[in-house]
Nanobody, 130 residues
Framework: QLQLVESGGGLVQPGGSLRLSCEAS????????VGWFRQAPGKEREGISC????????NYADAMKGRFTISRDHPKNTVYLQINSLEPEDTGVYYC???????????????????????WGQGTQVTVSS
């Protein structure tokens, strides 16, 4: 079964940047769309962005546009999430997951719908604080 491992989180000051990685156990990842999600303390998990298998098409939640950039590296079986200008409100656990469906859709906000995704990783903690 495809396994995903997130990494790259940590403690960062406001205004800083992080690049999160989502590495797969094998190249099967390259055949599917991948989404990034986050869960802030006391809040529900929310979608950030998704990227198609080809890497050519991406979607972002309206509230995430501008500071978040998703990308993928097929030879490394890895999907990245670059986060710039980090804010304390970005604090939370960040997850990646795979969309196994043929037709990829998003919510009206542009965010990936977490109910469309499987094979969740364990998450990586991001803490933004001075």
């Amino acid at each position: 079964q495809l396994q995903l491992v997130e990494s790259g989180g940590g403690l960062v000051q406001p205004g800083g940047s992080l690049r999160l990685s989502c590495e797969a156990s094998d190249s099967t990842l390259n055949h599917y769309a991948v989404g990034w999600f986050r869960q802030a303390p006391g809040k529900e998990r929310e979608g950030i962005s998704c990227i198609r298998a080809s890497g050519g098409n991406t979607n972002y939640a309206d509230a995430m546009k501008g500071r978040f950039t998703i990308s993928r590296d097929h030879p490394k079986n890895t999907v990245y999430l670059q986060i710039n200008s980090l804010e304390p409100e970005d604090t939370g656990v960040y997850y990646c997951a795979v969309n196994l469906k043929v037709q990829i859709t998003t919510m009206t906000t542009g965010a990936p719908d977490l109910y469309d995704y499987d094979n969740w990783g364990q998450g990586t903690q991001v803490t933004v604080s001075s």
